[in-house]
């Protein structure tokens, strides 16, 4: 067991972590760090890391999750870094690196975040979430989530690129096409989130999204040991620079941690400066940083095409990117969107890297910072070259892939118009009026029939985990349809049958089984005449079931 704790960046409370809280419950500040025991954990490093494969997943002792049976992973984190060789010589710059996060599981380095934050939402019993996103995000969680067996409602700008929407969509996810800003498209997930009553993604403001973050740190470090050679005694070593295209921050914010993690425990001799790079039609850090304001000014109607960074809004990352780069150098630089499209051409014709237009953003900073003589000639630089989207193939999905949500004719500052319209379109994005209970004793299995029902069907879930829970569920609120176990403690499938058909209300409700017991013909002919299905597990794909329910339900 890890030993690991909870800190306020406010106030210094602290307590052993258990699960993640919202708020310090001192000072109410929202920024809390986790801590860890980092002697013991240096002891152990060079063991552990010597015979754990490369993905994120190896610097797990430094990871905020309490059991590894919640751990979801795709094998993310562990990209590659290299130098991008002509670019370095076009710039007179020999050690401009790129870490190449295109190459995670959905192609950008929310794949980190999203394996972790999916993990902790499974730690925590939360089947359903609500998340806003600029589209990567949304991708990411996605695919993680049906992974885990969490439905997802994904609340997207309507400037995404149509080509990312369709990915969420075809992940499972629920997608909502807000038109409006980001910052009012969170405001319309966050109203969806607490009318529902459910767990809704907190971004930056949740400890695992940024511990997450610091793996990219942990991998630079451990990479550059190996491509430069130790500094001194420290057997890894940090760049001089670490540039990322940010909308939040939580990138930088996650890798400066990392770093600083590794300084105290002896493995690096010095901190990186970090770049943060924005559009100019969307740039509230750097003109906030320029204008030498302690908090960001939002930017109420951001104009780029960039839709990806476009958060006007720029949160709590802000003061604290702010902080380090006044304490140890660094900057926040913009570019405007010509020149991110310029970058893109050149990386990619030059050093045959193609990328997204945001982290073509993080290049023309960089670009920028050559010019201006603020990365010297001997600097190490590491740029962030994230995201691409696979085009999903446009017939797959039919047209009714995405609700909309309309909030204004005109995208203006919060807060969002609480007109009737509004409150009764978020009310009819949930439709789900079927309902059906699974009654099914291992994890595991239930697990595998939520996701089966999340994904293609509009159903309101139940789950008990014994016959006898089950039977009182059932009992409390009839459902539309049971999916029945056979073998369970308490009350098997069998005695439960009986239950329900003794039952005037209940004896009509379909029922379908499945279970993984090979029937004797004693046993066939109790159900027979009273289960809809019988299915087999490990025999059949989700749409064969899916047929069936939907016969069942008509
Ligand atoms: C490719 C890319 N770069 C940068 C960002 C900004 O991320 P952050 O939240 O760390 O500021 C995003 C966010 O989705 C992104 O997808
Ligand atoms: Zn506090």
Redesign the pocket.
Known sequence: MQELFIECAGCGWREPYQKPRPACPECGGEWLDARYDYEKVRLKWDAELARKPFTMWRYRELLPLRDDVNLITMGEGGTPLYPATNLCMMLGRPHIYIKDERQGPTG???DRQASLAISAMKENGITEAVLAS????AISYSAYSAHAGIKLWAFLTSAVPAEKMREVALYGSEVIKVTGTYDQTKQVAADFARRKGLYQDRG?RSIAVRESMKTLAFEMAEQFGRILGPVSDAPWRAPDWYI?????????AGVWKGFEELLNMGLITHMPKLACAQVEGCAPMVRSFRAGLEKAEPVLNPQTLIT??ATGQPGPAYPFLRRVIIENGGTFEMVSDEEAFRAMHVMAKMDGISM?P??AVAFAALFKMVAQGIVKPDDVVVVNC??HTFPVEKFLLGDDWARSVEVAAKAQAAPLPQEEGLLASLERLDQRVQRITIIEDNPEAVRLLRRVLQAHGEYQIDEAYDGKAGLEMVRQAPPDLILLDLMMPKLDGFGLLDALKADERLKEVPVIVVTARELTAHERKRLSGRVRALWQKGSFLSTDLLEDIEAVLG
Do not use: L
């Open positions: 950008s380095f929310k600029t589209g990567n995000v930056i990322q295209a940010v909308s939040g921050g939580m990138g930088p990806t960074i997204e945001a982290a994230s995201g």
